[in-house]
């Protein structure tokens, strides 16, 4: 059976995601996500979306955000990416949008 992973907080998630071994910090462009400064960046078709986890703000939906863990399979590269959704997401390309929905 396998086990289910939930958390309460975005802070939890990040947490726990860092002891599985999602330790870059990814931020978000409009056709890639990138780490160490731009030094990587990953296209739509060079990362994997391991697992992904939604946080309702309680009051504001501007505190709506998702967790990704993102892997590459080319460079062995495990990581974090936070972003909001809805209103406050940022602009993407197509095949982007696809990967991370």
Request: glycine share 6%; with cysteine.
């Amino acid at each position: 059976m396998e086990t289910i992973e939930q958390y309460d907080t975005l802070t939890e998630a990040i947490e726990n995601l860092k002891k599985q071994g999602y330790t870059e910090d990814f931020n978000l462009k409009e056709n890639c996500i990138e780490c160490r400064g731009g030094a990587f960046r990953f296209f739509h078709d060079q990362f994997h979306v391991d697992k992904f986890f939604r946080f309702y703000g309680p009051n504001d939906p501007a505190d709506e955000s998702v967790v990704y863990a993102i892997s590459s399979a080319d460079s062995e590269i495990k990581g974090i990416l936070v972003n909001g959704y809805g209103a406050t997401s940022d602009p993407l390309t197509v095949e982007m949008l696809e990967k991370l929905m």
